[in-house]
């Protein structure tokens, strides 16, 4: 054989090894996504809700939740957006990623889809849960927990609805009854 045969089967080998890399990479790329690891630079895992071992099959529930009205306007955290931090919105919110942090729109409806998750704090006009929520829920006017909401930690709320399916670990303070004790005093 000459020279310029071993050098077409050695390009051969190469772009055969190149492509195999390929697929190889594509592949455990997949796998991490499929994990539901985020695709960022910090490849530190995100610390679950500690409630979520507790919760019913989705299916289950899924049959009987309404599901959360779509706004024509106003912010949304989609479902592939993780927000650390503080959050304060003059306009309504939806949320179906995760939010570790506050969230205040006291004059705006805010919602958490059955994919949304916020640890924290979360004030809004009237507020629709769907998600999952740990922490304070303050509604100005309303709170709707929807069948597939899992709640744990404190809703404050003039006034509150709960559909059954809904899970709750919560201390509920009815603010107006509180405000008007005080004012008696």
Partial sequence: MGIQVWFIVMGVGVMTLIVWD?????LKQRSLSAAGRPHTVDT???????????????EAS??????????????RIGSATHILGRVIADEPVLIKGRLEGTLIAPN????????GHVASYLEGNTVDIDGRMVGTL??????????RARIQGV?????????AGAW?????ANRVKLHKIAMAS
């Fill in 22 to 26: 390929g697929k190889r990479h594509k």
């Fill in 44 to 58: 530190a895992p995100i610390a679950e809700l500690p409630f979520e071992a507790m919760m019913p099959p989705e």
């Fill in 62 to 75: 899924a049959a009987t939740s309404p599901a959360i009205q779509c706004m024509s306007g106003g912010s």
């Fill in 108 to 115: 705006h409806p805010v919602s958490v889809t059955a994919s």
């Fill in 138 to 147: 303050k509604a100005n006017t309303k709170a709707t927990l929807l069948s």
């Fill in 155 to 163: 809703v404050e709320a003039p006034n509150l609805e709960c559909m």
């Fill in 168 to 172: 709750l670990q919560v201390d509920v």
